[in-house]
């Protein structure tokens, strides 16, 4: 029955009938697990509650103040900036038609400066903020170029796949790691020093494999008219005030580790809400905008998702996952290679939040009842990133992404998005692991 509610409620996030936000069927599902709580069915307690909300509530508000950031940063023009100097260091020297003032840039530099862009906005700023901002500004670069629709559609999906492969370096990289750090109390340097060379790795494989995929598709150059380059509204003091206090914004999260400080969201919020202000002083009436766009609606989704996932935890499906993790000790190093697939399969077909708590709640219990290897936990995590991309549905990036293409008119087909996932994902993922062991 509980597992019938988990399908039930996951079906409804993704089809969203009515338009209905997607915490309305999370609050609903989490209302009739507690409810077949009070019948007997499921042992809940009021400390279970609270222990989810603990686990919650500083993950979802993180996030939300790191979005806050990135929109305040897109208003004011901080990504335009950074577009167009990329454009501006891909321009091929001394190829300039004078005659209709066209100027040429290589696409592959153009392409891996855009790849280096998209993955330090994912590191910095979340899979989910970084998909939500680029996706715009590559539009608007395709926009002012010229190109095929091929080209354009296989770029999309480089910078889609990337906004998530890249997601592990840091614990506010990712909404699942932001959960996992939490809950394992993981510190955010020893976490970074761990997802240093896995997350290289992941970056380093998805960009050529990309390029391997792609490269009778993608033309060696691009044209582009020289007045239609990208109109940055930042002026160049401004961008690196702001650049200065992103660099401040990681340091005081490493601050905040050395004195203890466990609740990373009181940190970023006061670095939203410094933002907020510069973009109230550049642009007053996008201020509202940005509150308006705020994900809030974050904290109810995950604190009502996760009531299901205990739920299920408790239902049995906890001890089955701990068995499992017990009976591949005995394949050695190839163990975090089946978590990672495990984990991966999970996440494609049920979507990564949901598969990175039941992970996190049983790989718990297998460290207190078995010790294991820590190794188990991270390829776990980088299976909840990468693998889930193997399916439109398997996170919340992946369909935000999808989202905002319909909304621009650009549609990619499931079987173009399988083709395309299926070649990258796996391969990434085990490259990543790899990177695991050689740490």
Not at 197 to 218: D, G
Request: aromatic share 16%; proline share 2%.
């Amino acid at each position: 029955m509980i597992f019938a509610i988990f399908l039930i409620s996951l079906i409804f996030i993704f089809w969203r009938p009515f338009q209905l936000p997607i915490w309305v069927f999370s609050t609903l599902g989490a209302i009739c697990v507690i409810l077949f709580g009070v019948l007997g069915i499921i042992n809940f307690h009021s400390n279970d509650i609270w222990t989810i909300f603990s686990i919650v509530w500083d993950s979802s508000l993180s996030l939300i103040g790191l979005i806050i950031i990135t929109f305040c940063l897109e208003s004011i023009g901080f990504f335009d900036y950074i577009a167009q100097h990329i454009i501006m260091l891909s321009l091929k020297k001394n190829k300039k038609n004078n005659m209709n003032n066209t100027l040429t840039l290589n696409t592959y530099k153009l392409l891996i400066l855009l790849f280096i862009f998209t993955s330090l906005m994912s590191a910095i700023f979340s899979n989910d903020g970084a998909i939500l901002i680029l996706t715009p500004v590559i539009l608007a670069i395709f926009a002012k170029i010229e190109h095929s629709t091929k080209t354009l559609i296989a770029t999309l999906l480089g910078v889609g796949f990337l906004c998530d492969s890249a997601s592990n370096a840091l614990v506010i990289s990712n909404l699942t790691n932001i959960l996992t750090a939490r809950y394992f109390h993981i510190q955010f340097s020893e976490f970074a020093q761990v997802m240093f060379l896995p997350n290289l790795l992941s970056i380093l494989s998805s960009i050529i494999l990309f390029f391997i995929i792609f490269w009778k598709v993608l033309p060696k150059e691009f044209n582009i008219k020289s007045y239609s380059m990208l109109d940055a509204k930042i002026s160049q003091t401004l961008f690196l005030f702001c650049l200065i206090l992103l660099v401040c914004f990681i340091f005081t999260l490493l601050w905040a580790e050395s004195l203890k400080f466990e609740t990373s969201s009181f940190g970023i919020l006061i670095f939203a809400f410094i933002f907020m202000f510069i973009a109230y002083f550049k642009h007053k009436n996008h201020l509202f905008a940005i509150i308006k766009n705020a994900p809030f609606s974050v904290l109810v989704f995950s604190f009502g998702l996760y009531i299901i996932v205990f739920a299920l935890h408790k239902d049995g499906l906890g001890e089955v996952l701990t068995a499992f993790y017990v009976q591949i000790e005995s394949y050695g190093e190839f163990a975090p290679f089946i978590v990672g697939l495990l984990s991966s399969v999970g996440s494609a077909f049920f979507n990564n939040l949901p598969m990175v708590m039941l992970g996190d709640l049983s790989l718990k219990q297998y460290f207190m009842d078995y010790g294991g290897s820590e190794n188990f936990l991270y390829a776990h995590l980088l299976a909840c990133n990468i693998g889930a991309k193997l399916t439109p549905i398997g996170s919340l990036a992946t369909l935000l992404w999808l989202m905002v293409l319909a909304d621009r008119g650009i549609k990619i087909s499931f079987l173009s998005y399988l083709k395309f996932s299926f070649i990258i994902a796996l391969p990434t993922l085990f490259i990543a692991i790899l990177g695991l062991g050689l740490k």
